[in-house]
T-cell receptor, first 112, second 113 residues
Framework: QKEVEQNSGPLSVPEGAIASLNCTYSDRVSQSFFWYRQYSGKSPELIMS????GDKEDGRFTAQLNKASQYVSLLIRDSQPSDSATYLC????????????FGKGTLLTVNP | DGGITQSPKYLFRKEGQNVTLSCEQNLNHDAMYWYRQDPGQGLRLIYYSQIVNDFQKGDIAEGYSVSREKKESFPLTVTSAQKNPTAFYLC????????????FGSGTQLSVL
């Protein structure tokens, strides 16, 4: 089983819609979860971090964590064309000095 | 402005040649990392360093070498032993601790001539 799995997409949504990005992880004791946004040819930038079960909201972004199901998601409300990018899920590896493991990313396209 | 500077932006390697990618940070972060990204793939850890004069291999260290002589600098050498070096290389740093929020440089695209 891969450590961090994401649907590679592409996920296509119309402008103004809600985009839902999902990530599952295999290390049951992971405690830190991150979402990074990466535009084509650019480096990743951190947009959300979450450490506790439940929802965490920051502007148009909401991260959701369910440790029992080993599932973390990112919701983007009122999607804009500028949100079109690859979204990377990252999870810490408790058994490996807390290094992060990244998923392959989900390509999101927001259509005007 | 604080940040991470990677250079060069583009680099070409000839057969049998070693090349070095530069990474400098002025964020006063203790930990620094090198990742490799192939098209359509996630980031894979090459090497990381948590303190000056110490570093550890990541998941794909073969064919690479690093040094950490200064807190601010963590150069990566891609040696001739790395047979498939074409990739986007990302340097990152973070404060020490459990919650590792990584800050990335702008990346170096390495290609083989």
């Amino acid at each position: 089983q891969k450590e961090v799995e994401q649907n590679s997409g592409p996920l296509s949504v119309p402008e103004g819609a809600i985009a839902s990005l999902n990530c599952t992880y295999s290390d049951r004791v992971s405690q830190s979860f991150f979402w990074y946004r990466q535009y084509s040819g650019k480096s990743p930038e951190l947009i959300m971090s979450i450490y506790s079960n439940g929802d965490k909201e920051d502007g148009r972004f909401t991260a959701q964590l369910n440790k029992a199901s080993q599932y973390v998601s990112l919701l983007i409300r009122d999607s804009q064309p500028s949100d079109s990018a690859t979204y990377l899920c990252a999870v810490d590896r408790r058994g490996s000095n807390y290094k992060l493991t990244f998923g392959k990313g989900t390509l999101l396209t927001v259509n005007p | 402005d604080g940040g991470i500077t990677q250079s060069p932006k583009y680099l070409f390697r000839k057969e049998g040649q070693n090349v070095t990618l530069s990474c400098e940070q002025n964020l006063n972060h203790d930990a620094m990392y090198w990742y490799r990204q192939d098209p359509g793939q996630g980031l894979r850890l090459i090497y990381y360093s948590q303190i000056v004069n110490d570093f550890q291999k990541g998941d794909i260290a073969e064919g690479y070498s690093v040094s950490r002589e200064k807190k601010e600098s963590f150069p990566l050498t891609v040696t001739s032993a790395q047979k498939n070096p074409t990739a986007f290389y990302l340097c990152a740093s973070s404060t020490q601790g459990i919650n590792e929020k990584l800050f990335f440089g702008s990346g170096t695209q390495l290609s083989v001539l």
